[in-house]
């Protein structure tokens, strides 16, 4: 007898539509509809897309969540890999949790436990974190490069299966929106079975998203809002110069709620909602 592996996610924003019976006609997106699915996309970003939390109140919600949480830990790491430094683990675990969409420095990390008096081995964490993406709370994104050994010596950006879970666990001062949505848009991507990296220019400016889709190289970046001059300058000049370094075919930048294109026509700006039903 033969097992087939299949993944599972929470719901896609497709799905979480339909089952808040929000129904749309894709080929006629009016001002109406559009701020329909602006207000759709914004919950699904804060409240993710576990089936059992929908149309629950926010207190239960956390509750839930948390136990899914929870459930990973003891169940498919603690119990099936028998560790036994269960603080350390959960340190570990409630750092991922606050601080999404960041690079994670193992070594960095170790030190803070180290100071804060957590005994722990510095492989023990590598073991920690290699366990939670194997148990499908974590995932980690390398950098984009054709060199295994710049894979593997620069750190990766940490992700996490819903954004329903970071609510669960964010305070006033965690709950980044910037960082909710950038993190929205892995699982978005990782549900289509694309490879996805992050890039770093020649001089030093970062692209959150670098993927292949029908063998197109695309850039994507995450920015809630971009009605700041700073944040507008900061996206533009990094896809401007990722875009030739890397051949790209074309640069999106995902928003809260704009849509246009910038002085560059190969740069698109698209709402958070027309990129969750295009990928």
Request: proline fraction near 3%; glycine fraction near 4%; charge should be positive.
């Amino acid at each position: 007898m033969r097992a087939l592996d299949r993944e599972v996610f929470p719901f896609s924003f497709d799905e979480y539509l339909r089952a808040h019976e929000v129904i749309i006609d894709r080929s006629r997106i009016g001002s109406k509809t559009r701020l329909l699915l602006n207000r759709h996309a914004e919950t699904y970003c804060r409240n993710g897309g576990f089936p059992e939390v929908q149309k629950i109140d926010s207190s239960r919600r956390q509750e839930i969540l948390q136990s899914y949480v929870d459930a990973v830990v003891l169940r498919d790491v603690v119990e099936r890999h028998k560790i036994s430094n269960i603080t350390a683990l959960k340190t570990f675990v409630y750092h991922a949790l606050r601080t999404p969409a960041a690079k994670l420095s193992v070594n960095k990390f170790y030190l803070d436990l180290k100071s804060r008096g957590l005994h722990i081995a510095k492989d023990d964490l590598y073991t920690f974190l290699r366990h939670l993406s194997d148990a499908y709370l974590l995932f980690q994104v390398p950098i984009w490069s054709r060199s295994e050994k710049k894979r593997q010596v620069n750190p990766k950006k940490v992700y996490v299966i819903d954004n329903g879970i970071l609510a669960a666990y964010s305070t006033g001062m965690t709950a980044d929106q910037g960082a909710f949505l950038e993190n929205l848009v892995f699982p978005t991507l990782r549900r289509q079975k694309l490879q996805v990296g992050y890039y770093v220019t020649k001089r030093g400016h970062e692209i959150d998203f670098v993927f292949r889709r029908n063998d197109k190289l695309i850039l994507v970046q995450a920015a809630w809002r971009m009605d700041s001059g700073k944040t507008r300058d900061r996206e533009f000049r990094a896809l401007a110069e990722a875009a030739p370094e890397l051949g790209a075919i074309r640069c999106i930048i995902v928003t809260f709620d704009e849509e246009g294109f910038s002085e560059d026509p190969k740069i698109e700006i698209i709402p958070l909602w027309k990129f969750l039903l295009e990928f």
